[in-house]
């Protein structure tokens, strides 16, 4: 045996496709199908109200029901979900933070129904609430109860689930949002430490090393594929080194870092999609070539994330790129290929370094909670810094900011190389969640209701009552009503403060045309920001209101989760003279539509509106139709060119020209 080659061959990590769409129904055969081509684990994708604890006739919900994953009422739907997939032989993943407790008390119900050994169900709930309030968008109440209820799921998956991951710190969308290496490992790591101090008192000292061992990570894997597979090895040597020397776990076992991971998404582009496979295999490999920090399930995004949902055919192309790299290739049969390496460990060390310093930053501040508005702050900041090295062509992205000529893609014919899916999905399912409440047992739904109610107010484990009350028929929106009158509701901190930052280089002429307007205006040209809907991610409105801030325009935004209302009564009060509306979730349609229709009846129907998101050409041309006066698109990079569109529509001499 030569010194490279290992005895034993390494196992294959999880091979997952991130799915869920429409109805339960539908999610159900796609799932079927996927297992059927070699899928290995189930990753399931839940839509908005889903995530953020309404039911699917809530009106936060309109045109959000089914949009970005599967929408989940009820057992009926969990029942449906998982038909034909014996649970007790699944591993199955639910990108849920929030509302975890319960999608997890329904999956639970689910697997009692069909015979399951619940003590032998595995898997993971995602679970964090931490980067919720910082990138994401899916929290309901606070920082202080959200980590209680974190504590009752691994508590109660500890008891009662041994083999179940109850909480997945997520680093992924820290990236997403703008993190660089070293936040992203302090980041994540200040969420581990939040969490594991809040399980410490809740079991006995012996039993503490093995719930240490079932806290799992999901990262996200970027572009820059050696910094990336250095910050996994950060990552295994700072875990290992928290868990000894912060809670004296001995078992190296217990203290070993256990990660799933997706790939980058934000670095998939409109333009040249195809080019997204090459991106998608090449971040892959940072997460798979070093078998000291190889991920143990992976799932990857499909070639067309960045123009809408993507097709079966897609998420079967990324699949077969997994199942190629894992048993075609002879990767897993060697050990770990970077042992040794003088550049992989100066850079390792230097990873460590940095988020070691920006650990003990966070830990005076109170640790991850005390810490949530300084983070917000620096992603945006640091997201700032990305796209501006973007926008001055010092960070290339092919098809993008170089190279940008091209042949037309054939994989965009017909469809337009994406699913749509059919609007009348929002009214069948709410005719379901009728018929369901409808048909079971008032009186049983009211006294299940009442016991989580009186468990969450006296601080106890929410697990058993929601388990119960799952049971009783129970609906998504009335468990969470419960938390919400428990709890109360929060609004995270939005990262974009008032004043103006230190990157206003190479933006004079746009605060000279801004200071023009604004003359002729009569006072500062007032610029509203707003995310109707239930879309949490708010990257794209946070760099637009700080851009626009730094180019001198009086900004309003507060943030995610606005009904079209309150951005109508926002516009009246600041007398806005241009709005912006952020909409990634695909429900752009029915909520520009009535955001239109309130502004034309608030006597607002002159003032300009532009929309921002990920929008089909046809849907595009919908919006316009409206009245819509911009429509911005991932490919719509340049935020400069974004600023001078909204000082044009605010300028009374060029409306007057018009």
Known sequence: MTQTETPQKDRPWLIRTYAGHSTAKASNALYRSNLAKGQTGLSVAFDLPTQTGYDSDHVLARGEVGKVGVPVCHLGDMRTLFDEIPLEQMNT???IN????????????????????????????????????????TYI?????????????????????????PMNVCSYHLQEAGATPEQELAFALATAVAVLDELKPRVADEDFPALCGRISFFVNA?????????????????????????YGVENPKFRRFRYGVQVNSLGLTEQQPENNVYRILIEMLAVTLSKKARARAVQLPAWNEALGLPRPWDQQWSMRMQQILAYETDLLEFDDLFDGNPAVDAK????????????????????????????????????????GRIERNETVVVGVNKWTEGEQSPLMTGDGGIMVVDPAVEAEQIARLDAWKAERDSAAVEEALRALREAAAKGENVMPASIKAARAGVTTGEWAAQMRAVHGEYRGPTGVSASPSNKTEGLDDLRDAVDMVSDRLGRRLSFLIGKPGLDGHSNGAEQIAFRARDCGMDIRYEGIRLTPEEIVNAALEDKSHVVGLSILSGSHIPLVEELMRRMREAGLGDVPVVVGGIIPEEDARRLREMGVARVYTPKDFELNTIMRDVVTLADPQAVAAE
């Not at 230097?350 to 070691?356: I, S, T």
């Open 98 to 137: 929030a509302t975890a407790p319960w999608l997890l008390s329904l999956y639970i119900a689910a697997a009692e129904e069909q015979g399951a050994d619940i003590s032998q169900l595995q898997g993971t709930v995602q679970n964090d609430l931490i980067k919720e309030y910082l990138s994401r968008g």
């Open 141 to 165: 109440c606070p920082p202080a109860p959200s980590l209680k209820m974190i504590g009752d799921v691994a508590e109660y998956c500890y008891k009662h689930v041994p083999k179940w991951n």
């Open 93 to 95: 993943s639910m990108t």
């Open 222 to 246: 970027g572009i820059r594929f050696v910094t990336e597979m250095c910050k996994m090895r950060a990552f295994v040597d700072l875990w290992d080194e928290i868990l000894t020397e912060r």
């Open 348 to 387: 390792v060390e230097a990873l460590k370094d940095g988020a070691r310093h920006e650990l003990a930053n966070l830990d005076s501040m109170g640790g991850a909670i005390g810490a949530i508005e300084y983070m917000k702050g620096r992603l945006v900041d640091s997201n700032a810094e990305r796209l």
